[in-house]
């Protein structure tokens, strides 16, 4: 049996201490993520139990009851809109930890930009900001398929919103589409898995360079105090990271990566994911 739990102690008075550097935060959420990925990897006869803590000053509970609880995310997360995907329960995170802003396909426009850039504004407390991606994304596939099947892409000329998702979507996939044919050759479209394959490296990528354009926008405040990064949520196996690219690493390596610098790393990035054995193993996987 697996049970997560929430605690509170309403007579605790203690202040949270939150992480003070980048470094520390992005440590904080990785320690987190780890602690959910074990417990969700449990084996199934074996009973496992995670308890996270919780501030009552963040509930207004007890000694706090009936104050409004004053906002202090220590980290920013750009998230999809996937319900697979719950952000604060990925990191292992409780109330008011995390400022989360989630939309489909983890690219921010509009509204999600601005919430983004009142959180770096205004948080005091915020010392990350973290591209959340994950693999399988719909957003992603269906910007997939628009590219192989353009007809797909034809049917969104009256659905301007949907078309607008895929449009953010496409440079990440044109990116990858080409480290495929430059890693794997003409012959990389007709393997087996080639459109997984292709989903896959597009959602690395997609969150690689979201992550790149937000360190862009914030550079002003990137630091020892503050920083942008990014990681893909593996829906099979819990843990956020990259797949592993030495033939003696894992196939997905849990972290956060810091995004590529320009143009170069961006390319550099793709053809070393490509080569992954992640990759590559869904490249030659049958149906």
Same mark, same amino acid.
Request: overall charge negative.
């Given at each position: 049996?697996?049970?997560?739990?929430?605690?509170?102690?309403?007579?605790?008075?203690?202040?949270?201490?939150?992480p003070?550097?980048?470094?520390?935060?992005?440590?904080h959420?990785?320690?987190?993520?780890?602690?959910?990925?074990?417990?969700?990897n449990?084996?199934?006869?074996?009973d496992a139990?995670?308890?996270?803590?919780?501030? /009552?000053?963040?509930?207004?509970?007890?000694?706090? /009851?009936?104050?409004?609880?004053?906002?202090?995310?220590?980290?920013?997360?750009?998230?999809?809109?996937?319900?697979?995907?719950?952000?604060?329960?990925?990191?292992?995170?409780?109330?008011?930890?995390?400022?989360?802003?989630?939309?489909?396909?983890?690219?921010?426009?509009?509204?999600?930009?601005?919430?983004?850039?009142?959180?770096v504004?205004?948080?005091?407390?915020?010392?990350?900001?973290?591209?959340?991606?994950?693999?399988?994304?719909?957003?992603?596939?269906?910007?997939?398929?628009?590219?192989?099947?353009?007809?797909?892409?034809?049917?969104?000329?009256?659905?301007?919103?949907?078309r607008?998702?895929?449009?953010?979507?496409?440079?990440?996939?044109?990116?990858?589409?080409?480290?495929?044919?430059?890693?794997?050759?003409? /012959?990389?479209?007709?393997?087996?898995?080639?459109?997984?394959?292709?989903?896959?490296? /597009?959602?690395?990528?997609?969150?690689?360079?979201?992550?790149?354009?937000?360190?862009?926008?914030?550079?002003?405040?990137?630091?020892?105090?503050?920083?942008?990064?990014?990681?893909?949520?593996?829906?099979?196996?819990?843990?956020?990271?990259?797949?592993g690219?030495?033939?003696?690493?894992?196939?997905?390596?849990a972290?956060l990566?810091?995004?590529?610098?320009?143009d170069?790393?961006?390319?550099?990035?793709?053809?070393?994911?490509?080569?992954?054995?992640?990759?590559?193993?869904?490249?030659?996987?049958?149906?």
């Amino acid at each position: 049996m697996i049970e997560l739990l929430l605690r509170c102690n309403p007579s605790d008075a203690h202040p949270r201490a939150w992480p003070q550097t980048a470094e520390e935060a992005k440590s904080h959420l990785l320690q987190g993520q780890a602690q959910i990925a074990a417990l969700l990897n449990a084996p199934a006869n074996v009973d496992a139990r995670l308890t996270l803590p919780l501030s /009552a000053a963040d509930l207004g509970a007890g000694d706090y /009851a009936g104050v409004a609880p004053v906002q202090t995310p220590f980290a920013a997360v750009l998230g999809c809109s996937d319900a697979r995907v719950p952000v604060e329960f990925v990191f292992g995170q409780g109330v008011n930890a995390l400022f989360v802003v989630r939309v489909a396909g983890n690219t921010p426009a509009g509204e999600g930009s601005g919430s983004l850039d009142y959180a770096v504004a205004n948080l005091a407390d915020l010392r990350l900001l973290a591209v959340l991606g994950h693999t399988r994304c719909g957003a992603v596939t269906a910007t997939v398929d628009a590219l192989l099947e353009p007809a797909t892409y034809a049917a969104l000329a009256d659905k301007p919103s949907l078309r607008a998702i895929v449009d953010s979507v496409t440079p990440p996939v044109r990116v990858a589409f080409a480290a495929l044919d430059a890693v794997y050759g003409g /012959a990389a479209a007709t393997l087996p898995g080639y459109r997984a394959g292709l989903i896959e490296l /597009a959602a690395i990528l997609n969150a690689a360079m979201t992550a790149r354009g937000l360190r862009r926008a914030f550079t002003q405040s990137v630091g020892e105090r503050f920083d942008v990064v990014y990681g893909v949520y593996n829906l099979q196996n819990h843990m956020v990271g990259l797949p592993g690219v030495a033939e003696i690493a894992d196939v997905w390596a849990a972290g956060l990566a810091s995004p590529p610098a320009d143009d170069a790393a961006v390319d550099a990035l793709a053809k070393q994911m490509a080569r992954s054995r992640y990759i590559e193993g869904l490249l030659e996987e049958t149906a």
